[in-house]
């Protein structure tokens, strides 16, 4: 086990405020390619708990790779997280990834598969923001007013080592999608995400900067997510998380992708 402190380079912004608070919830998502092919089936499960919200999301692969992301948050006020354990494993990730970030202990625990079939555990002291949201992004960003404008909170990324980075939330033109065939008007957000320091000045030039990511929004009373586009993993590539519903018959496309 090895132990090393992180200074943050990102610079911290203000909590965002709850104006939708969360409930208990569970939705059925798609992981699909820009073709359109499903790679993995997903779910998200919301359960509150008193004080605490925890959010677990999971999508399992066709090749039997699996994304597991569980976060533990409170919304009073304003969105704290308090801890986020995400496992990604399996033939589709380039590298395996078993991250916790334990916020009161300021702490990320990273495990690893060491030579002699053991893991490996690295424990990295961290400055927490108070905006940190690793598994918080969709809650965040439903709080978000479309007329707010630019809008900045904090993640922890293993780039390989944990370091802070800051999501750069910008709204953009909106976008139109359709229920029955009727259209609607969804809020589309743009996230960039910085990496400050010298390895932020650097990326643009060696290609190593991040694609930008893309979530769509339906507004109003009670704002509800609908798609997000980007990769999963650093050198991914970009995938669309949607919202689906369960079928009775499986169609062409399912059958021919088993």
């Known amino acids: 086990m090895t132990l090393v402190c992180v200074s943050a380079l990102a610079a911290f912004a203000a909590p965002i405020q709850v104006h ?4 208990t919830l569970h939705g059925f998502l798609a992981l699909s390619t820009q073709e359109g092919k499903i790679l993995a089936d997903g779910d998200l499960i919301e359960v509150v708990r008193g004080d605490r919200v925890k959010s677990h999301l999971t999508f399992h ?19 704290r997280l308090i801890s986020d ?21 300021g702490i990320v625990v990273m495990r690893s598969p060491g030579k002699d079939g053991r893991n490996e555990v690295s424990i990295s002291k961290i400055k927490m923001p108070t905006d940190l ?13 479309p007329d707010a404008g630019e809008t900045k909170v904090s993640m922890i990324v293993a780039a390989p080592k944990p370091r802070v980075v800051t999501l750069d939330m910008m709204p953009m033109a909106p976008g139109t999608f359709y229920l029955a065939g009727m259209p609607r008007k969804a809020t589309v957000y743009e ?6 320091g010298i390895a932020g000045i650097i990326a643009p030039v060696i290609g190593k900067q991040p694609p930008n990511i893309s979530i769509e929004i339906f507004g109003g009373e009670m704002p509800a997510f609908l798609r997000e586009s980007g990769p999963i993993f650093e050198g991914g590539e ?3 998380i949607s919202l689906i519903g369960p079928k009775w018959k499986a169609d062409s496309q399912d059958r021919s992708e088993k």
């Not at 939708?20 to 409930?23: I, P, S, T, V």
């Not at 039997?64 to 304003?78: F, N, R, W």
């Not at 996230?191 to 400050?196: A, L, V």
């Open 20 to 23: 939708h608070a969360e409930g």
């Open 85 to 105: 354990h995400h496992i990604q494993k399996g033939p589709y990730f380039l590298h395996p990834l078993d991250m916790t970030i334990d916020v009161p202990k």
């Open 133 to 145: 949201y690793n598994g918080l992004v969709i809650p965040v960003i439903k709080n978000i007013s």
């Open 191 to 196: 996230i960039k995400i910085e990496i400050g």
């Open 238 to 240: 970009i995938l669309t």
């Open 61 to 79: 692969f066709k090749d039997g790779s699996l994304d597991d992301e569980t976060a533990e948050y409170t919304q009073h006020g304003v969105f």
